[in-house]
């Protein structure tokens, strides 16, 4: 703009005052802006056109003042044009400039990390409904109704997926949602109770199914940072970050009560919703499966638990093949453990040995009452295979690492003695 009133002034300055022409055009250029430079050249054009004036002589004045108002008109559109073409020059650089977008700030490296970790596994995480059926107390109708949901994520391009097994006991139905937001129903394969484990069935085209990578979790180490993705409190696909906080924790599987080992701890915030989902690794590969928080209040306190993929990947795999998992028992129950501190002794107290149980053929000792009513004490095992046995979660720890058809040797504490008696290991009976 500055341009344009600089080379306007110019030509004006330099124009004689007797020119009727100039006024004209200095009332009709001072009326133009830059953005109407195609109106402007027109009403130019047509000010310089030749006036009207009556018939006359000419003479030789004449005749110079005509080839002088000729020269200035033709001076005077000259510099019109380059004051027009620096103003339309202007306008197109300040018009660009309003449409120039500001770079966006760019990430840095670990969050590019962190975001194209999420992008690359949502597919593979979904979000899992469970319906119970429940009986209208007016019109007797069965419907099913929500009561609970929980995360899981798909294993293989067979349509099996992993979950936690509480989050689908008590189940009536079940329904899968991929992240695409198409739902399945599911049928469970088999769960493994004692872990925490269950895998379901989905009818699902392989294109829509993205198994997740798994990776390895016995060379894990505190301080490593981890990611957890999953739907808490029915959210979409949520994710959340930490750290391994802690590694070979132990905890108790909600449905047995049976203790869960080598379980990873994170501060990784996993709520309501989160049970079943991955764990992932800083590169992407699956570590293990989020299913418990310690909270007194019901949310996240930062002390979450995950099962290591290594015990996972051994229970799924049995699933997935025979649809149970086949895990030893010595076929006792037992007393807990505060009865057993009670008596001043350390191990487990044998409160029943069935006959046809493993125990019971070998000829442990179930507790009893005499002719008298008065309670006689069974066998107390204080070890199995030389490992000592202090409590149950002790005895669990050691019958995991042996297989069905195993034998061992358990000793005992009967009355005053010791005795070593040789037990062969059996499946569970509903597992036979």
Request: proline share 6%; charged share 20%; with cysteine.
């Given at each position: 703009?500055?341009?344009?009133?600089?080379?306007?002034?110019?030509?004006?300055?330099?124009?004689?005052?007797?020119?009727?022409?100039?006024?004209?055009?200095?009332?009709?250029?001072?009326?133009?802006?830059?953005?109407?430079?195609?109106?402007?050249s027109c009403i130019?054009?047509?000010?310089?056109?030749?006036?009207?004036?009556?018939?006359?002589?000419?003479?030789?004045?004449?005749?110079?003042?005509?080839?002088?108002?000729?020269?200035?008109?033709?001076?005077?559109?000259?510099?019109?044009?380059?004051?027009?073409?620096?103003?339309?020059?202007?306008?197109?650089?300040?018009?660009?400039?309003?449409?120039?977008?500001?770079?966006?700030?760019?990430?840095?490296?670990?969050?590019?990390?962190?975001?194209?970790?999420?992008?690359?596994?949502?597919?593979?995480?979904?979000?899992?409904?469970?319906?119970?059926?429940?009986?209208?107390?007016?019109?007797l109708d069965v419907?099913?109704?929500?009561?609970?949901?929980?995360?899981?994520?798909?294993?293989?391009?067979?349509?099996?997926?992993?979950?936690?097994?509480?989050?689908?006991?008590?189940?009536?139905?079940?329904?899968?949602?991929?992240?695409?937001?198409?739902?399945?129903?599911?049928?469970?394969?088999?769960?493994?109770?004692?872990?925490?484990?269950?895998?379901?069935?989905?009818?699902?085209?392989?294109?829509?199914?993205?198994?997740?990578?798994?990776?390895?979790?016995?060379?894990?180490?505190?301080?490593?940072?981890?990611?957890?993705?999953?739907?808490?409190?029915?959210?979409?696909?949520?994710?959340?970050?930490?750290?391994?906080?802690?590694?070979?924790?132990?905890?108790?599987?909600?449905?047995?009560?049976?203790?869960?080992?080598?379980?990873?701890?994170?501060?990784?915030a996993i709520n309501?919703?989160?049970?079943?989902?991955?764990?992932?690794?800083?590169?992407?590969?699956?570590?293990?499966?989020?299913?418990?928080?310690?909270?007194?209040?019901?949310?996240?306190?930062?002390?979450?638990?995950?099962?290591?993929?290594?015990?996972?990947?051994?229970?799924?795999?049995?699933?997935?093949?025979?649809?149970?998992?086949?895990?030893?028992?010595?076929?006792?129950?037992?007393?807990?453990?505060?009865?057993?501190?009670?008596?001043?002794?350390?191990?487990?107290?044998?409160?029943?040995?069935?006959?046809?149980?493993?125990?019971?053929?070998?000829?442990?000792?179930?507790?009893?009452?005499?002719?008298?009513?008065?309670?006689?004490?069974?066998?107390?095992?204080?070890?199995?295979?030389?490992?000592?046995?202090?409590?149950?979660?002790?005895?669990?720890?050691?019958?995991?690492?042996?297989?069905?058809?195993?034998?061992?040797?358990?000793?005992?504490?009967?009355?005053?003695?010791?005795?070593?008696?040789?037990?062969?290991?059996?499946?569970?009976?509903?597992?036979?």
């Amino acid at each position: 703009m500055a341009a344009y009133s600089l080379l306007s002034t110019c030509a004006f300055s330099s124009l004689p005052s007797h020119n009727s022409t100039i006024p004209s055009l200095s009332r009709t250029l001072s009326l133009r802006t830059p953005n109407s430079y195609r109106h402007t050249s027109c009403i130019v054009a047509s000010s310089l056109r030749e006036p009207s004036h009556p018939t006359y002589s000419p003479t030789p004045e004449s005749t110079h003042r005509s080839s002088l108002d000729k020269f200035l008109n033709s001076c005077f559109v000259i510099c019109t044009s380059v004051a027009l073409s620096a103003s339309v020059f202007v306008t197109d650089v300040d018009s660009a400039a309003a449409f120039v977008v500001a770079t966006p700030r760019k990430l840095q490296t670990d969050e590019l990390a962190t975001v194209r970790l999420f992008q690359e596994n949502t597919p593979s995480v979904v979000y899992i409904t469970n319906l119970a059926s429940r009986q209208d107390a007016f019109t007797l109708d069965v419907m099913e109704v929500p009561q609970g949901s929980g995360s899981g994520f798909v294993w293989d391009k067979n349509g099996h997926v992993v979950t936690n097994y509480h989050v689908i006991r008590g189940a009536s139905d079940l329904r899968v949602t991929l992240a695409d937001q198409t739902t399945y129903d599911a049928k469970v394969v088999g769960f493994d109770q004692d872990k925490d484990v269950a895998v379901l069935f989905i009818d699902a085209p392989k294109d829509k199914l993205r198994p997740i990578p798994v990776g390895v979790s016995a060379d894990l180490l505190v301080g490593q940072k981890v990611f957890a993705i999953g739907n808490p409190f029915g959210l979409d696909h949520t994710l959340t970050t930490g750290v391994i906080s802690g590694l070979r924790r132990e905890i108790s599987s909600a449905a047995t009560g049976r203790p869960i080992q080598d379980v990873i701890q994170t501060d990784a915030a996993i709520n309501p919703g989160n049970s079943g989902g991955p764990l992932l690794d800083s590169s992407g590969s699956l570590i293990g499966i989020n299913t418990a928080i310690y909270s007194p209040s019901g949310a996240s306190s930062g002390v979450g638990f995950s099962i290591p993929v290594d015990t996972v990947g051994g229970i799924v795999d049995q699933l997935v093949q025979f649809g149970k998992v086949t895990r030893p028992i010595l076929g006792i129950k037992f007393a807990p453990e505060q009865s057993v501190e009670q008596l001043g002794v350390s191990g487990v107290l044998v409160l029943d040995a069935p006959p046809n149980g493993p125990a019971g053929k070998a000829g442990i000792v179930s507790t009893k009452r005499d002719a008298y009513g008065r309670l006689v004490l069974g066998d107390i095992i204080t070890s199995v295979n030389g490992k000592k046995v202090a409590n149950g979660s002790d005895l669990y720890r050691i019958l995991d690492q042996c297989k069905v058809g195993e034998k061992v040797t358990v000793e005992v504490l009967r009355g005053d003695h010791v005795e070593k008696i040789p037990v062969m290991l059996e499946p569970k009976p509903d597992e036979t």
